[in-house]
């Protein structure tokens, strides 16, 4: 109970500071499962731990953004709101207000990436966390993703990280529970 009650707290401190909604009760809901499934106290204090540097990694994220224009603040939020989408240029520059030539110049000036990169990468970084995290199936979580196909979700994750899914999948899930 004291695992949930952290989660809680540190995802409602993370919001009012800053953290996207959907981002920071994503996590929870994940740290929350496996808090659920674990087996002993050894495996609630490596999740414990954590947990609380995932938050602190993406609180100092939201710190480094705060210097970014608030054009590409709302980018982001875009971004992080439809990530399990399609994402196009069009659709963010039209909702930040702006051109997709400005959108393309900001990102690089600023991410030293494309868009179209940027949310790739964190859409990766999003499968790598449920790769990890939990049971999904690669197929589901292409398909939560907004990827085109299970295949093109499999090419892009193996650019990104150098490992299909699978064999990201079989090298660190819950790894890191045993060994803390």
Do not use: W
């Not at 054009?71 to 992080?80: E, F, G, T």
């Not at 240029?89 to 959108?103: K, P, T």
């Amino acid at each position: 109970y004291h695992l949930i009650v952290t989660v809680a707290m540190i995802t409602r401190f993370c919001i009012e500071k800053g953290m996207n909604e959907q981002k920071a009760y994503g996590m929870s809901d994940v740290y929350i499962r496996k808090a659920d499934e674990a087996g002993s106290i050894k495996e609630l204090r490596g999740i414990h731990r954590k947990l609380v540097y995932d938050f602190a990694e993406e609180m100092a994220e939201i710190k480094k953004s705060e210097t970014v224009p608030k054009n590409l603040r709302l980018a982001l939020d875009y971004i992080y709101d439809h990530l399990n989408e399609n994402i196009g240029i069009g659709e963010i520059a039209d909702y930040v207000g702006i051109s997709e030539s400005q959108l393309r110049r900001d990102f690089q000036r600023y991410f030293s990436l494309s868009p179209l990169k940027f949310i790739q990468e964190k859409k990766i970084e999003f499968a790598e966390n449920r790769l990890v995290y939990s049971d999904i199936s690669y197929v589901d979580l292409a398909n939560d993703l907004g990827f085109a196909s299970h295949s093109h979700f499999i090419k892009i994750f193996k650019a990104h990280t150098g490992m299909t899914p699978m064999e990201y999948r079989n090298k660190k899930y819950r790894k890191h529970f045993i060994e803390s």
